[in-house]
């Protein structure tokens, strides 16, 4: 098992060196079409190695499962997709080095579609590395690392605009045998139109002398239909006693926060 994981740190490692030989901007895209409508972007590629290379592009769907990790699949595949509404020009290029060009990402949106969609423009490089350039586990491993930037594209129809959070679960996650922290986790969803930004935190309250702490502020992105769970913690300096501890999402002012609430007992260290 350590073997296997050494191999995938090493994969890791090997990706984002070999990655840095060509630059991608924008990170991501976002259109706003009526049904019907037509619009271009841009795309720059810039070779940054020093040798021509090639580059091949296509376009793809994603998605998120419950924990938050990213799901790819083939263009066309989810409900949400847009990646089949795009038309990326020029789909093949050459590049010597230093040399940059711009993409031309052409998306029309079908009569009859007022969701808001998404889906991804990959640029891959065409040249192949075996693991020999990183390590010789990974040659035995027989692994095959093809270098690529994905930018995500998203559309969302103009006048769209309602947000709907929710939270679904709140629970417990410490690993009392390995974790030395207070480790918790909840389950949040979009219900709502469009892409929208939270952030999600903790408050303790201890519950006899009343002092209260926000805790663990991070920013989450959510897309409409899409679950997910975030992963929050206790810091270790906590005294010990009894708390009401929440899980709070708060995605603007004009919103309701959103959250959960249990009660827990920090016990003192021995």
């Excluded at 006693?241 to 009660?263: F, K, Q, R, W």
Aim: proline share 4%.
């Amino acid at each position: 098992m350590k073997r296997f994981l050494s191999i995938i740190i090493l994969l890791f490692f090997a990706l984002s060196s070999f990655a840095q030989s060509f630059k991608v901007i924008p990170a991501s895209i976002e259109f706003k079409l009526s049904k019907g409508e037509l619009k271009s972007e841009k795309i720059s590629v810039t070779n940054t190695s020093d040798r021509q290379e090639s580059f091949v592009i296509s376009t793809c769907d994603y998605t998120f499962d419950d924990k938050g990790n990213t799901k790819y699949a083939s263009a066309g595949t989810y409900d949400r997709s847009c990646a089949n509404w795009m038309t990326v020009t020029p789909s093949y290029i050459q590049l010597n080095p230093n040399e940059n060009i711009d993409l031309s990402v052409i998306m029309k949106v079908p009569d009859g579609e007022e969701k808001t969609h998404w889906g991804m423009v990959i640029i891959r490089s065409e040249k192949e590395f075996t693991g020999q350039a990183a390590d010789k586990d990974v040659v035995r491993a027989g692994l095959i690392i093809t270098p690529q930037i994905a930018v995500k594209v998203l559309q969302t129809p103009p006048g769209l605009d309602y947000k709907k959070l929710s939270v679904d679960n709140f629970y417990e996650t410490t690993n009392i045998t390995s974790d030395s922290l207070r480790n918790f986790a909840i389950d949040i969803s979009n219900q709502g139109d469009i892409l929208t930004k939270c952030k999600v935190y903790l408050t303790l309250s201890n519950l006899e002398t009343l002092s209260e702490q926000t805790i663990a502020p991070q920013d989450v992105y959510l897309l409409p239909e899409i679950s997910k769970e975030i992963k929050l913690s206790l810091p270790k300096d906590i005294q010990p006693g009894a708390y009401s501890l929440a899980a709070i999402v708060d995605y603007g002012d004009e919103y309701d926060l959103e959250g959960m609430e249990m009660e827990i007992t920090i016990s003192p260290k021995n």
